[in-house]
């Protein structure tokens, strides 16, 4: 017998008894569809975290800090500098090595006051940090002279020298436009203060530093009301161009944040606060890590929250699965029960077929392809249905973000990917052929005399 014959009679034979088909059906619809829901919320859950994540950083980066001295004694601590990176470079799986510099500045504008937080890095990594810019640019290569980007919330921790006064006392923001007006920034902090605020019997007053007049180069765009965005508390600037410029201003002294020889003097190479290691895939990071922190350094990187949560998701996915599992048992064993009353009411057509000469394989073919048939159909059903309660509870996830009950991450807290629904609905055929599989075989096996002869 062809496959076309059997496939056509398999389908036709099912629709005789449509009332039946239809329950057997049904049962599957709610089987498949309680799995990849159930399968979906779990993934959905996942990729929020991710997502989550991602928002503090990239997932593949390690940062790298100098070891903590308990003991106060700076004589043996491994500094972050040019041999470290070039060592940490050596790596395999390492892509690049950023260096960052911070330290705190003085912004001045008319009678108001910034006493920002200044973080200078390649001009490569500001680009990676992937902040949207609200006006002007990100800090180039290509830029003669130091600039500025400023963080969308900088201009908030503006306030009024005389009398204290800012956005977080008022709720205003100052009148200050951060691209076009000039903002003196006053990189020696320590002789300002003591400067504006001298202390009795301490001598000849501090002389005020210099102030410089640093261009903007861009500002952060503003995330929408309720919402955050990365590293809006920073003032970014190309390390290539402040450390000459902090060299010139300090001179022979000591620029803040850099230690210092016994004698008081500055060192020749400037020593950084952090190292971003690139690394080309998240499962190489925690090797990475590792031999960072058998160097003597600490290190940490987001690898290691992922690692601990995926874990714990894996558990999630699996209990939500199982429970979407149980109704696709109880309708495998529906289909079961369907194609063995399917047996009973068609005996004879069977022991006709045997004593024409159709071979036994394709009595249990035409069996087996009535149960993938069921499964076939109800797969299909169940998918659209399941794609259709996935939307359902992304809306309603999203109407509760509006009334401040965001989760973190994506809104999308089910999340049916291709290859789910493919797998999906091979596995409900799968379930219609393994379940129809003993009412085949009983088929093949009954004799076919008896069964002409059976009323």
Not at 68 to 86: H, T
Not at 163 to 187: C, V
Request: charged share 20%.
């Amino acid at each position: 017998m062809k496959f076309l014959d059997l496939l056509r009679m398999s389908s036709s034979n099912l629709w005789k008894r449509k009332v039946r088909t239809i329950l057997t059906v049904l049962g599957v619809v709610i089987g498949v569809a309680s799995i990849v829901v159930m399968i979906s919320l779990g993934l959905g859950l996942s990729r929020s975290l991710m997502e989550e994540y991602e928002s503090y950083g990239s997932l593949t980066e390690i940062t790298v800090y100098e070891p903590y001295s308990y003991d106060g004694n700076d004589k043996d601590v491994k500094r972050l500098d040019e041999e470290l990176i070039a060592t940490i470079k050596s790596i395999e799986h390492v892509e690049d090595v950023y260096p960052v510099l911070q330290m705190s500045a003085i912004a001045r504008y008319g009678a108001y006051e910034n006493y920002m937080n200044l973080r200078a890095m390649p001009v490569d990594a500001i680009a990676n940090l992937g902040m949207e810019v609200g006006e002007g640019e990100l800090p180039s290569a290509a830029d003669e002279e130091l600039k500025f980007f400023y963080g969308y919330q900088v201009l908030q921790d503006f306030s009024n020298a005389k009398t204290g006064a800012g956005y977080w006392q008022t709720g205003e923001l100052p009148d200050i436009d951060m691209m076009n007006d000039p903002i003196f920034i006053i990189f020696d902090t320590s002789a300002y203060w003591q400067s504006q605020y001298p202390q009795e019997g301490e001598g000849q007053p501090v002389k005020p530093p210099k102030k410089y007049l640093i261009e903007a180069c861009g500002v952060q765009l503003t995330p929408p009301e309720g919402e955050y965005a990365m590293y809006g508390w920073y003032t970014f600037c190309d390390i290539e161009k402040l450390i000459p410029e902090l060299k010139k201003v300090f001179k022979n002294k000591v620029i803040p944040g850099q230690p210092s020889t016994k004698t008081g003097k500055p060192y020749k190479e400037i020593f950084y606060n952090q190292l971003l290691v690139q690394v080309d895939e998240l499962d190489n990071v925690t090797d990475i890590q590792t031999q960072i922190t058998d160097m003597g350094y600490e290190a940490n990187s987001n690898a290691e929250w992922i690692e601990s949560n995926q874990k714990t998701m894996g558990y999630v996915q699996a209990v939500l699965g199982g429970i979407g599992a149980v109704s696709l048992f109880v309708a495998a064993i529906g289909i079961t029960n369907t194609m063995m009353m399917s047996i009973y009411e068609r005996t004879k057509e069977i022991g006709v077929m045997k004593v024409l000469g159709c071979d036994l394989r394709n009595i249990r073919s035409l069996f087996l392809m009535e149960a993938g048939f069921i499964g076939f159909i109800g797969g299909v059903i169940g998918l659209i249905l399941s794609y259709l309660i996935s939307a359902v509870i992304n809306k309603v996830a999203a109407g509760a973000g509006n009334g401040g009950m965001m989760i973190s991450g994506s809104s999308s807290i089910s999340y049916i990917p291709l290859w789910l629904a493919g797998l999906s609905l091979i596995f409900a055929v799968m379930v219609g052929m393994v379940a129809g599989f003993f009412p085949a075989l009983r088929a093949m096996k009954l004799s076919p005399l008896a069964a002409i002869h059976t009323e």
